[in-house]
């Protein structure tokens, strides 16, 4: 919005990168569909953002609504089960978020980590890097044979 990326006050959605699982436990991009979502329901509409706090970086955290002030998209969003109440902003969309999950709606479908699960799930992950040389996998492969 005006070159300032808005975080939505109370909610927290899954990352672009987060998968889930479906109702039949298969896995499927969670993230990338709830962003899908949303952009889906906006389409062109424009909206009225009320900056709470500082904009640092060209990040602020904020409530937003439909131009027409009928939607505040962050209700809009959790009923739709595409997002969770974040309660350490505020309780006010937990109604929106039971609603979904009541109803099996977006993430309630199937399973999912919580948001902040997840990315604390990812940033405790080791970072393998793996190489491949010529000259690594002749002595490789020669001590994989003498283990058998």
């Not at 896995?27 to 962003?35: E, F, H, I, S, T």
């Not at 309660?87 to 979904?100: F, G, L, M, R």
Request: aromatic letters at 12%; a positive charge.
């Amino acid at each position: 919005m005006n070159g300032i990326y808005i975080k939505l006050l109370g909610i927290d959605a899954p990352d672009p990168e987060q998968t889930c699982a479906d109702r039949h436990g298969g896995p499927y991009r969670c993230g990338q569909k709830a962003l899908t979502w949303l952009q889906n329901w906006l389409q062109e509409q424009m909206l009225k953002c009320h900056i709470v706090g500082k904009i640092e970086h060209n990040r602020a955290t904020g409530v937003c609504f439909t131009a027409d002030g009928q939607y505040d998209v962050a209700a809009v969003v959790t009923n739709a089960g595409w997002a969770v109440a974040y309660t350490q902003n505020t309780a006010v969309y937990i109604p929106y978020e039971e609603q979904a999950a009541l109803n099996r709606r977006g993430l309630w479908s199937g399973r999912f980590y919580k948001p902040w699960d997840w990315r604390r799930i990812q940033n405790r992950k080791v970072k393998i890097t793996i190489t491949n040389s010529k000259s690594d996998s002749t002595g490789f492969m020669d001590w994989i044979s003498g283990l058998f």
